[in-house]
């Protein structure tokens, strides 16, 4: 890639360039002098909660970026909320979002001559996609998080004694439990009032909060930047908090330029394991995996899944959130937020302190005025690494065997399996929505496994999150009962016996293609194991005779198509 210098107006364009100038509406003047061009990358829309409030955050930056004598651009991308696709025939557009985003930053930046850039970032995919550009450009920048959701209570049971915790999770699993007859409408409808006060992502350690908290784990935010509500309530302005940061990563990113501290020289092996053991203390959504992988490739950093298997192996959980624990993301925020979390693993040696970030000091620098949990008596929400929350080894696991040659992930969020595994007849499903029919018409009992496949990365395509499945399971009280396998995906929100990421995936030739209703399938944290029960002579068999997968119809030229063309599994982060 070229070198993007300012001084590249310096020559003899400089008087087209001021006509332009002119016509945005710039002092050509003014814009002559900048002393850097700053790409405000941003992806704003007004459709969901999750990401309303950043054109607000984006214009903030704009006037802190002038104040410091710079010019902030302006660059948009596409913002998919997962609450508003999930369960549609649109969920596709969620993973594949991720990349799209990730390629409209890079071009605009590049398209405008930036010299630096400020990722705003929000819903799952714009987390995941913030780090991306930033590793790819390797321009001077960092990661300005929106906010999440603040929580909220009601005053019966199950929920009452959750406090001020409720979160989106909370409805929608209170949905399913009015479907089931376990609830009222008049409930149903209090949780829908009360749950979500106001704008932000999805309340606590769901895929945002995992994502914002890898982007600060990782150096490329500041401090107890991943934690902040959006907002006091729906009608008012961004949070204090949100306002701070803003200002304050303008002020950093200067710093950067001036040290001359790019994002390659952050986001560096040893960052990367912070990151992902961050994320693992937290109890982090299985995206991470996704993820921190295609933002490793970015990065030029050689990091695979089986480096995340080991790191996770030796990480307890600490950080009592929600999905598998009791508090909101917000409850972290007032305690001290991710710092906490990571002063507890730097004290343990579970972290690499003398990793550079985005303040220009190291991580143990920006750590040392941080108390650990157990000198902070009076909270609960970040457990001493010494009496954690759940050991090691009981929240995503990396498991292979024979329905998953390559690798599939474990989702047991802290819990552990009453007889050591899970062992039940298949009940197999070509799609979420004929699951989904099962599980509502009860033929779907304790001790199935649910199997859902040709849902992966080429076969839906874009591999859509099974939330609602699970959702409906945990609703009808079935989520420590039945466990559910697939080669899709599940949200944050999602917690059971979670088996997803089944790589090779159907729609591949992978053996879930071969598993028939009633096989005994055997999940086994123990051995690391998924297999279906049949000998290796009938699994061969039945392999031979594997039909073709019947793949999901989708437009030819449109973005779907050219993601099934282009996707890698999710054993490689499904990078394109
Ligand atoms: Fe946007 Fe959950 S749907 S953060």
């Not at 949990?373 to 995503?396: K, S, T, Y």
Request: aromatic share 4%; hydrophobic share 40%.
């Amino acid at each position: 890639m070229p070198d993007k210098s300012v001084s590249y107006w310096s020559d003899s364009k400089q008087g087209l360039r001021a006509v332009e100038l002119r016509a945005a509406g710039f002092d050509p003047s003014e814009a002559g002098q900048t002393n850097a061009v700053v790409t405000i990358a941003n992806a704003y829309t007004n459709a969901h909660r999750c990401n309303n409030r950043v054109r607000r955050i984006a214009d903030l930056l704009v006037d802190a970026v002038s104040a410091r004598g710079g010019q902030g651009l302006l660059v948009g991308a596409p913002a998919v909320s997962d609450a508003l696709t999930q369960g549609t025939e649109n969920a596709g557009y969620s993973l594949v979002s991720r990349d799209l985003m990730a390629d409209c930053m890079e071009t605009g930046h590049y398209a405008h001559h930036g010299n630096a850039m400020i990722v705003v970032s929000g819903c799952d995919k714009t987390g995941a996609a913030a780090l991306m550009p930033l590793a790819r450009t390797n321009a001077f920048g960092l990661v300005v998080y929106p906010g999440t959701s603040s929580p909220g209570r009601v005053d019966f049971e199950p929920w009452a004694s959750k406090g001020n915790n409720l979160t989106i999770m909370d409805y929608v699993e209170g949905s399913a439990a009015r479907e089931a007859g376990r609830i009222s409408d008049d409930e149903l409808l209090s949780l829908q009032r009360c749950v979500m006060p106001g704008s932000g992502t999805c309340g606590a350690m769901f895929t945002a909060n995992t994502m914002s908290s890898i982007a600060e784990a990782i150096g490329m935010m500041l401090p107890r930047g991943a934690s902040h509500p959006a907002d006091y309530d729906a009608a008012s302005d961004i949070h204090d908090d949100v306002k701070n940061q803003a200002q304050a990563s303008v002020e950093a990113l200067y710093g950067l330029m001036q040290k001359g501290i790019r994002p390659r020289d952050i986001m560096v092996r040893e960052a990367f394991e912070n990151a992902v053991t961050t994320a693992y203390a937290m109890g982090g959504s299985t995206n991470l995996y996704l993820h921190v992988l295609a933002i490793a490739r970015e990065a030029g950093v050689a990091f695979t899944i089986e480096d995340m298997r080991r790191i996770g192996a030796r990480v307890p959980l600490i950080a009592n959130l929600q999905p598998h624990g009791a508090y909101a993301m917000v409850s972290l925020h007032d305690v001290g937020g991710v710092p906490v979390v990571m002063k507890a693993l730097l004290e343990a040696g579970l972290l690499h302190g003398d990793v550079m970030t985005v303040t220009g000091k190291t991580l143990a620098e920006n750590l040392a005025d941080v108390p650990l949990p157990e000198d902070m008596p009076d909270q609960d929400v970040v457990f001493p690494v010494a009496r954690p929350l759940a050991a090691p080894g009981n929240h995503i696991s990396v498991l292979s065997g024979s329905l998953a040659p390559e690798s599939c992930l474990l989702k047991l969020s802290g819990k552990t399996l009453e007889h050591g595994e899970f062992r039940g007849p298949a009940k197999v499903f070509e799609s979420e929505q004929a699951a989904m029919a099962a599980i509502r018409d009860e033929s779907v009992v304790a001790g199935d496994v649910v199997v859902v496949r040709n849902v992966g990365p080429v076969g839906a395509p874009g591999m859509p999150e099974m939330v609602h499945l699970t959702i409906q399971l945990q609703g009808r009280g079935l989520g420590k009962d039945v466990a559910l396998i697939t080669d899709g995906r599940f949200s944050g929100v999602s917690h059971g016996i979670l088996v997803g990421h089944i790589c090779p995936e159907g729609a591949r030739g992978g053996p879930i293609g071969a598993v028939r209703n009633g096989d005994t399938i055997i999940i086994d944290p123990r051995t690391r194991r998924l297999d279906l029960d049949i000998s290796a002579e009938e699994m061969a068999a039945r392999m031979a005779q594997l039909p073709a997968p019947a793949l999901s119809a989708v437009p030819e030229g449109s973005v779907l198509s050219k993601y099934r063309r282009l996707v890698s599994s999710a054993h490689y982060g499904c990078v394109l």
